[in-house]
């Protein structure tokens, strides 16, 4: 029997309403891969939430690669205006870490179970951390992107949500032209668009 697809922009609509009607403003813990992608979902959520953005990406093989995103990410948040404060922090830089998950899988193609698992390993860190510092909420920017599995995505946060004991805010940031508007806001702060995820697979 096949499951029941969700739309997971329609979730989060209805969570912006119950946040909107409570008149609270939440701490929100978001996991971002670089500036491009976090853009638009900055845009999008910072009238409603205060934002923390989370740089954890062991799977970006290169620490020039790796260090240029995290830069063009603090520059965005400088220079973004924002209705609700948007801070940075940055997670441990271990691409051991990638490498020694992906043993076994790297002749898996790319959005099949080696990326799966590169998301649990990246959300993971990001809802141990959302609950160590005491957030209401933890998402990512990674389902803006259409090379990525927003379903996969918001199942993978659902169970760290049931394991951490912290609300996952359910996402499809790619709907509603956000993927789109992730390229305009690129252009209009000259950030630097990578043409790949950031591990040696895809670059490959």
Sequence with gaps: MNKQKINYQTELENTLKTITAAGSVPRLLLHACCAPCSSYVLEYLTG???????????????????TH??????????EMPAVHPVSFTEGPYEPEAFEAMAKGLEEVPEGGARCF??????????????KDHHFD??????????????????EIGAALSDEFGIPYL???????????????????????RQNYCGCRFSKR
Excluded: H, W
């Design 69 to 78: 995103r995290a830069e063009e990410l603090k520059r965005l948040i400088r």
């Design 137 to 154: 909420y933890f998402t990512t920017t990674l389902s803006i992107s259409p090379l990525k599995n927003a379903q996969k995505l918001n």
């Design 48 to 66: 409603f939430f205060s934002i923390t953005v989370r740089f954890y990406n062991p799977n970006i093989g290169e620490r020039e690669e790796y």
């Design 117 to 130: 698992r590169c998301y649990e390993m990246r959300l993971r860190e990001s809802a141990a951390y959302a």
């Design 170 to 192: 359910f996402s499809d940031f790619k709907k509603k032209d956000g993927y789109k508007r992730s390229i305009e806001l690129s252009e209009v702060y000259g950030l630097y």
